[in-house]
């Protein structure tokens, strides 16, 4: 939140010098142009009731997610969720998506090349979610990394990619960690006969 309010400082300075007009100020914040590498979290289940439930579960989690990463990676990994679901269409099972935005923390000396795994993390992020007493067939989790030109197209609004983000979001993007190291997981630890895509 802290770099949301810098952000609009910076804006309004912007605006008294002239450089900027007021309606840059309000624009909405465009979340999949603003990082470079994204933890995407996958649910599905054998129908919409019970995608709700398992969603809920999944969901009511996803902050001791993002404290794990920033706690393993000393604080150097910042984690920043988005709200939003997403849901992919071409899929025949019901299904949520949601996104969380993985950015290096700046000022930190020597850290520009640093290389972050978060494996242990998120398996043992799984561990938990799998032990969900309302288990039913069908639900599953799967996790995977994806970089921001990997990103679904289901994620944008018109079903694609803006092609030339403004300078404003180059700012935001250029903080990213593009360099950061992130390796695989997949779905819960009660159900993992079946690869997914989501694999990394």
């Known amino acids: 939140m802290m770099e949301q309010f810098q952000d609009g400082n910076r804006i309004c300075e912007e605006i008294e010098l002239n450089k900027a007009q007021w309606s840059v100020l309000f624009e909405p914040y465009l979340f999949f142009e603003a990082y470079k590498n994204y933890l995407q979290v996958d649910m599905v289940a054998a129908n919409a009731d019970d995608l709700l439930a398992w969603k809920g579960w999944v969901e009511s ?84 990394h994806v970089r921001r030109k990997q990103l679904p197209t289901f994620v944008f609004p018109d079903g694609h990619k803006r092609s030339r983000p403004s300078r404003h979001l180059n700012e935001q993007a250029g903080k990213g960690c593009e360099d950061n190291k992130m390796s695989p997981s997949g779905s819960s630890g009660k159900h993992r006969k079946r690869k997914s895509e989501h694999e990394w």
Not at 76 to 87: G, K, S, T, V, W
Not at 101 to 129: A, H, M, P
């Open 61 to 144: 989690r996803f902050r001791l997610l993002t404290l794990k990463i920033e706690r393993d990676t000393d604080g150097m990994l910042q984690c920043h969720p988005n709200p939003n679901e997403c849901i992919d269409s071409s899929k025949q099972c019901p299904n949520s998506a949601f996104f969380m935005g993985l950015r290096k923390k700046e000022g930190g000396s020597g850290q520009e090349r640093q290389q972050f795994d978060i494996r242990g993390t998120v398996d043992e992020f799984r561990e938990e979610i799998s032990m969900y007493m309302f288990w039913k067939p069908g639900m599953d989790i799967y996790v995977s």
